[in-house]
T-cell receptor, first 114, second 115 residues
Framework: NAGVTQTPKFQVLKTGQSMTLQCAQDMNHEYMSWYRQDPGMGLRLIHYSVGAGITDQGEVPNGYNVSRSTTEDFPLRLLSAAPSQTSVYFC?????????????FGPGTRLTVL | AQKITQTQPGMFVQEKEAVTLDCTYDTSDPSYGLFWYKQPSSGEMIFLIYQGSYDQQNATEGRYSLNFQKARKSANLVISASQLGDSAMYFCAMRDLNRDDKIIFGKGTRLHILP
């Protein structure tokens, strides 16, 4: 099992550019989520999904879109990047939505928006 | 609303001593899960320990234990016999199914183990 994979590991964008951060898991997990990590802010939930075809907003959804067409993939789209979106992005998954399920994290994507 | 508070931005501890990292949470729902994660300087998030709100006993995993005081809404992480490799950022997190399955994190505590 590869677990949770994220690509790319590093990315530099110019303001206004768009891009998609990829996230995939091979554990047949129902629940997937995206977080951003900024210094002194911990991890903040952007969007999450409880299954294929179902997504919902987290704490900081503005400027980001997601979709979940398959169980395995949960891409995060930045339609028009802004410097405020400079951050480290983590994707995570857990088997189901029950409170006992641990989240497994990907290695992260470090994004810089100039 | 859900809230996780970690009041210690940074801690310095001598190697081999025990260390307690504080975490308090706020929820009105009876069913929830509490987690601790470690983030070393390499950046990955490593799951350490879990405590369910209905668990009668405090969780333990090797050198890690969770001091769960439900009435006080605290879930402190205790690391026994600290090692240099324990130097990292530590995050407390809560999962509350009655709040749309959202999992929220505290802002973290940076632990430095001194030789």
């Amino acid at each position: 099992n590869a677990g949770v994979t994220q690509t790319p590991k590093f990315q530099v964008l110019k303001t206004g550019q768009s891009m998609t951060l990829q996230c995939a898991q091979d554990m047949n997990h129902e629940y997937m989520s995206w977080y951003r990590q900024d210094p002194g802010m911990g991890l903040r939930l952007i969007h999450y999904s409880v299954g294929a075809g179902i997504t919902d907003q987290g704490e900081v959804p503005n400027g980001y879109n997601v979709s979940r067409s398959t169980t395995e993939d949960f891409p995060l789209r930045l339609l028009s990047a802004a410097p405020s979106q400079t951050s480290v992005y983590f994707c995570a998954s857990s088997p189901t939505r029950v409170s006992t399920d641990t989240q497994y994290f990907g290695p992260g994507t470090r994004l810089t928006v100039l | 609303a859900q809230k996780i508070t970690q009041t210690q931005p940074g801690m310095f501890v001598q190697e081999k001593e025990a260390v307690t990292l504080d975490c308090t949470y706020d929820t009105s729902d009876p069913s929830y899960g509490l987690f601790w994660y470690k983030q070393p300087s390499s950046g990955e998030m490593i799951f350490l320990i879990y405590q369910g709100s209905y668990d009668q006993q405090n969780a333990t995993e090797g050198r890690y234990s969770l001091n769960f005081q439900k009435a006080r809404k605290s879930a402190n992480l205790v690391i026994s016999a600290s090692q240099l490799g324990d130097s990292a950022m530590y995050f407390c997190a809560m999962r509350d199914l009655n709040r749309d399955d959202k999992i929220i994190f505290g802002k973290g505590t940076r632990l430095h183990i001194l030789p």
